[in-house]
């Protein structure tokens, strides 16, 4: 009897702006990077500040071949693939997976990323990585199958400039990760059927409630992200397993991250708030159990 296993780490769980420091030593203060291990394969979740301490991690443990699925090109979420070391390395692949930004259609997913690459910003090119750089561009709705059965399916979200959610399927179990979105509409129908049944699920929540309505400091709507309390109401919504609280507010500090994993979880038993170094492990499920999932 064959089983299956999908593992999630976070390396970046931070959102605008790396924020380093005493105040945020125990959550982390790198920007969005989270690792899936599905069977063996790896995918990562977006480039930002947290991929240089896993492109050493997958170094070390001889990982040549790995799928980065970028949500968006904010700065945030793309500023990591320059000290990605795998991308470095010849002899190793990374398959970039990700859309164009729909503030400027003209320019490629490739183009994007080469940007941040060049004078006056940088000194050595995306040309000059060594590995075998792919690029795939999606646009919302596509679904993607990936070796070793592998799926994503992908859906825009509501950011400036467009976001991408995508919900990562292997071995009967689930994870959908919806960073960069806002919820005008709660719970916004695309997120809930992108995120149906899902057993994890990796929300947005950089402010609160009384912070994005304008109750306590300026509001913060038409700004691109969510809440808490509007994860609470997806998750609710689409019979998500787990909710997992994440792009904190680069001023949130431990405690503050802490209070907020609270009062979620007192909501939503269960909830967490994601924190560096972290894991998650899905239960594997037997071959005939999957089956019956698909």
């Known amino acids: 009897m064959t089983t299956t296993n999908l593992s999630i780490r976070f390396w970046g769980v931070r959102g605008s ?28 979740l977006d480039a930002g500040t947290g991929i240089r301490g896993l492109g050493d991690a997958l170094v070390a443990r001889g990982v040549r071949e790995v799928t980065l699925v970028l949500s968006h090109l904010h700065w945030d979420h793309i500023q990591g693939l320059p000290f990605f070391t795998p991308a ?20 490629s997913l490739r183009e994007a ?8 910003h940088f000194p050595v ?8 750089l792919g690029f795939r561009e999606v ?16 859906q825009r979200l509501d950011h400036p400039g467009g976001v991408l959610g995508v919900r990562i399927e292997y071995g009967g179990h689930s994870v959908v990760y919806a960073t960069d979105t ?3 509409a709660c719970p916004a ?9 899902a057993d994890v699920l990796i929300y947005d929540a950089m402010y609160t409630d009384d912070e994005y309505e304008g109750r306590k400091g300026p509001s913060r709507v038409g700004w691109g992200h969510s809440t808490w309390q509007a994860g609470v109401a997806v998750a609710e919504a689409a019979g998500v397993g787990r909710l997992v609280l994440f792009h904190h507010d680069p001023s949130r500090s431990d405690r503050d991250v802490e209070a907020l994993e609270h009062a979620a979880s007192a909501a939503r038993p269960g909830t967490v708030a994601a924190r560096e170094g972290d894991s998650l492990v899905l239960p594997a499920r037997p071959a005939e159990h999957r089956a019956e999932a698909a």
Request: glycine letters at 12%; one cysteine or more; a negative charge.
């Open 17 to 44: 702006i790396a924020s380093p420091g005493e105040r945020t030593r125990e959550v982390g203060g790198n920007t969005s990077c989270v690792e899936i291990d599905a069977g063996g394969r790896t995918l990562i």
């Open 88 to 107: 470095w390395l010849p002899g190793a692949r990374v398959d970039i997976v990700g859309a164009r930004n729909t503030s400027s259609p003209e320019v």
């Open 113 to 120: 990323l080469a940007l941040q690459m060049q004078a006056p």
């Open 125 to 132: 090119s995306l040309d000059a990585m060594g590995s075998a």
């Open 139 to 154: 646009q919302s709705g596509d679904r993607v199958q990936l070796e070793g059965g592998v799926a994503l399916r992908v």
């Open 182 to 184: 806002e919820h005008h």
């Open 189 to 197: 129908p695309a997120l809930v059927d992108l995120a149906r049944d």
